[in-house]
């Protein structure tokens, strides 16, 4: 039996976008490929709220972490991090050789402005990388106060991982001033796992001109002037089969109207947390609590892998805890086409299970 997925990625994709990946292939150096790739750019810049570049890139998100932090990085880095993925972040920075510093705060809790000035006021960063949503913790920092105080420092390139909340919760790029904006296509986005996509500034550009080694098939300037040489073809073999399905998705993401989709996600959230409160606890800071999954704190010492074996036979799957969290937390996504009705179906068969209630 299938089991629908309510796991931080992948998510559930619906039939229809698993047809279109099933789509036949077109020469990537075709002008239909062309045609393809701008029309999945430009519904791009209307989600995302920019009028900036867009890269595509055939790898899962880490991809573009790895290659926005080595593209961009001329001085040292500064890594926020607020759960694994922040660190991995700074991970990437040192196996490529990037100057960075690690700057963590206690898991659940969130990156405060004043951290952020104290940190790019030393003037020894060209580089910040922050996470939007700390798919470990379900914590969402607050992007606009940062943004404000990101803003102070021109020089600093603002690279933001939005894998996890790209598609479910509001983005303004350009308005926050992020110069590179990446998420994973398995996501928010609800498509299959496979390619991830970023956007690309004018000033990450003339950052990346000055950077010497960017490495070769994550250099985002390459990238970019790839496509503006060729009419929006990569320089090697793109996942056309996620374009096909790309194209149709963002096509339902406009239709079903972007604040109606936020929106959808914030009555999702909801749901969970409260019945979070009722029964366990939340993990997060409440005052930053993540749109797209949230995590639980095990407050009953529940067998969260036999809670979901159970679920399982019942063709439904959630996250334990990710990495040192596991069994002490458990996690349950709401993202992508995932409806309030299918959360409250979920949450009632995790109650029958558990004799909650
Ligand atoms: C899933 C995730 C990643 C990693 O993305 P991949 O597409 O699996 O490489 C990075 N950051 C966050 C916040 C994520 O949720």
């Known amino acids: 039996m299938h089991k629908k997925l309510f796991i931080p990625g992948p998510v559930e994709v619906k039939p229809a976008v698993l047809e279109k990946m099933a789509t036949p292939m077109i020469g990537h150096r075709s002008k239909d490929a062309s045609e393809l790739q701008k029309r999945i750019s430009s519904k791009l810049q209307d989600i995302l709220y920019t009028k900036e570049a867009i890269l595509l890139s055939t790898s899962s998100g880490s991809g573009l972490m790895e290659g926005a932090v080595r593209s961009c990085t001329l001085k040292r ?8 993925f922040g660190v991995r972040w700074y991970e990437m920075a ?46 969402m920092n607050p992007l606009e106060t940062i943004a404000g105080v990101v803003k102070n420092y021109p020089d600093v390139v603002f690279c933001l991982d939005a894998v996890s ?142 809670l979901n074996r159970e679920l399982g036979a019942r063709g439904y799957q959630i996250s334990n805890g990710y990495g040192k969290l596991k069994d002490k937390t458990f996690r349950i996504a709401h993202m992508a086409d995932c409806t309030l009705e299918e959360v409250k179906e979920l949450i009632d068969n995790i109650n029958d299970i558990l004799k909650l209630n």
């Open 165 to 306: 909340s790209a598609g479910g919760s509001k983005i303004e790029v350009d308005r926050m001033g992020l110069d590179i904006c990446i998420t994973s296509t398995q996501k928010a986005l609800g498509l299959p796992p496979g390619m991830a996509l970023c956007t690309f500034s004018g000033k990450a550009i003339e950052r990346a001109q000055e950077v010497p080694c960017r490495g070769y098939y994550l250099d985002l300037l390459s990238l970019y002037n790839y496509i503006q040489k060729k009419d929006y073809q990569y320089p090697s073999t793109p996942s056309l089969s996620h374009m096909f399905a790309l194209d149709y998705q963002l096509d339902c993401i406009l239709a079903e109207g972007l604040e109606q989709r936020f929106a959808r996600h914030i009555d999702m959230a909801e749901y969970v947390r409260q019945w979070a409160r009722e029964y366990f606890a939340l993990f997060a800071d409440e005052r930053y609590l993540s749109n797209t999954l949230t995590t639980m704190k095990n407050t009953r010492n529940i067998d969260v892998a036999a």
């Open 94 to 139: 040192q196996s490529n050789n990037v100057p960075a510093d690690l700057f963590e705060v206690d898991w659940g809790t969130a990156i405060t402005p004043e951290m952020i000035d104290e940190v790019l006021s030393t003037g020894k960063y060209d580089l910040i990388t922050i996470t939007h949503n700390e798919t470990s913790t379900g914590l």
């Open 77 to 84: 880095a500064a890594v926020f991090a607020v759960g694994a």
